[in-house]
């Protein structure tokens, strides 16, 4: 506890003289400080403050209020560049494997630490890029970092601030980090492809691959005084040299069994879906993502509320169909549900234990005796009319009298 308070009352007294812009104090007491930082062995901490004091252009200044609190705007559309974003805990939080987790882990603990990796010689400030399909769950882990960080987390979204004129967009992205290098905070840079794309693209045009070169020069620029969380959907196209800049890299792939059936018991965890149709539903949506899966989710959710009936298999895999769409990578697709045959032999060949008639019955809405009639006719072709009719006639000889 001694050695944290050991320089506290330099600390102070700098604070005190860039208040009242006392600039002749906030050197002395710096200097002071740098000094006490060699003698304790801190001397990496020591050489980056007199760098700071020897820095040309670095002079105490009155800035005005809305320029230090208020993110920048562009220069053309004055919408702002940067939006803070909540960091309240989300039940739709992303569920992390273990080995996720660990690297998660060690970026934060390297945030929380950086004056003393800086003093074993390791300086730039951690970054972490994120990357993987859409709706995996990465706004949703940077969110998840900041508060546990205890630091607001701005996000920009690169793809919407680039300008008609590329000249701007090079002092939007310096508004940026400049904003973020004096506002504690989680810098979230979305569609992170949008500007830092391979500059050996043929299709890109010259000035655009100028506009990365600055990127790269500002994030390195800037990397000092930041805390840098960056997301591509694309990341095979993104610059080698961008890759270099980030100390951690993970992956947010599409969720796993285990993983699905976490999701599924979290975002229903308010209409209480019996365990097997929480099986059932984790089994079906393979090669969904996380997004696809709440708001299959909250559409169950809705119809309790709408139309007061309990939540329904078949229409979760109606939901879920609805966003397979056309994708071949899907073992579900729609015309499954056209199929009665094909799409008793598509789940019984994935688990007849668990793809009973029953259960096949609430997925498709038909009654099991439609599906038993399906399956016994040969090559899963439907009966005849006049054999329905009779069948109808000798099962129930009320009906046929009427």
């Given at each position: 506890?001694?050695?944290?308070?050991?320089?506290?009352?330099?600390?102070?007294?700098?604070?005190?003289?860039?208040?009242?812009?006392?600039?002749t104090k906030v050197r002395n007491y710096s200097q002071l400080l740098a000094e006490k930082l060699e003698a304790n062995g801190e001397s990496a901490s020591a050489r980056r403050l007199r760098r700071l004091l020897e820095e040309p252009g670095n002079q105490l200044r009155p800035l005005h209020l809305d320029q230090n609190a208020l993110p920048p705007v562009d220069g053309e559309s004055r919408f702002p560049l940067l939006e803070r974003l909540s960091t309240r805990a989300a039940e739709s939080a992303t569920i992390?494997?273990?080995?996720?987790?660990?690297?998660?882990?060690?970026?934060?603990?390297?945030?929380?630490?950086?004056?003393?990796?800086?003093?074993?010689?390791?300086?730039?400030?951690?970054?972490?890029?994120?990357?993987?399909?859409?709706?995996?769950g990465k706004t949703l882990l940077a969110g998840d970092i900041a508060r546990k960080l205890e630091l607001p987390i701005y996000i920009a979204r690169l793809d919407g601030m680039i300008s008609s004129f590329l000249g701007s967009t090079a002092k939007n992205i310096r508004a940026i980090f400049e904003f973020a290098a004096r506002t504690p905070c989680v810098l979230f840079l979305d569609e992170f492809d949008a500007i830092a794309k391979l500059r050996d693209d043929q299709q890109e045009l010259g000035e655009l691959k100028r506009v990365v070169n600055s990127f790269i020069q500002t994030l390195d620029m800037f990397a000092r005084d930041l805390v840098v969380i960056a997301a591509t959907n694309h990341e095979h196209l993104l610059d080698s040299a961008v890759w270099r800049r980030f100390t951690f890299q993970l992956e947010i792939g599409l969720p796993d069994y285990s993983t699905r059936e976490k999701l599924w018991r979290q975002f229903t965890s308010t209409i209480s879906?019996?365990?097997?149709?929480?099986?059932?539903?984790?089994?079906?949506?393979?090669?969904?993502?996380?997004?696809?899966?709440?708001?299959?989710?909250?559409?169950?959710?809705?119809?309790?509320?709408?139309?007061?009936?309990?939540?329904?298999?078949?229409?979760?895999?109606?939901?879920?169909?609805?966003?397979?769409?056309?994708?071949?990578d899907r073992w579900l697709r729609p015309e499954l549900?056209?199929?009665?045959?094909?799409?008793?032999?598509?789940?019984?060949?994935?688990?007849?234990?668990?793809?009973?008639?029953?259960?096949?019955?609430?997925?498709?809405?038909?009654?099991?005796?439609?599906?038993?009639?399906?399956?016994r006719t040969p090559e899963g072709k439907p009966h005849p009319p006049n054999a329905r009719r009779t069948t109808v006639h000798q099962s129930h000889p009320a009906q046929a009298r009427a």
């Open positions: 506890m001694k050695d944290d308070l050991a320089f506290l009352s330099e600390i102070f007294k700098i604070v005190e003289g860039a208040l009242r812009l006392d600039a992390l494997t273990e080995p996720q987790m660990r690297l998660v882990d060690e970026f934060e603990h390297a945030v929380k630490h950086r004056a003393a990796l800086e003093n074993l010689g390791i300086t730039g400030s951690p970054s972490l890029l994120l990357y993987g399909p859409p709706g995996c879906l019996p365990k097997r149709e929480i099986e059932v539903l984790a089994d079906l949506s393979e090669g969904f993502s996380g997004a696809a899966l709440k708001a299959t989710a909250d559409r169950l959710k809705m119809r309790t509320i709408t139309h007061r009936e309990p939540p329904s298999l078949h229409l979760a895999m109606r939901t879920l169909l609805a966003h397979a769409g056309a994708k071949p549900l056209d199929d009665p045959l094909k799409l008793h032999k598509a789940l019984t060949d994935r688990s007849a234990k668990l793809y009973s008639l029953s259960m096949i019955s609430a997925l498709t809405g038909q009654p099991k005796s439609t599906l038993f009639r399906h399956l």
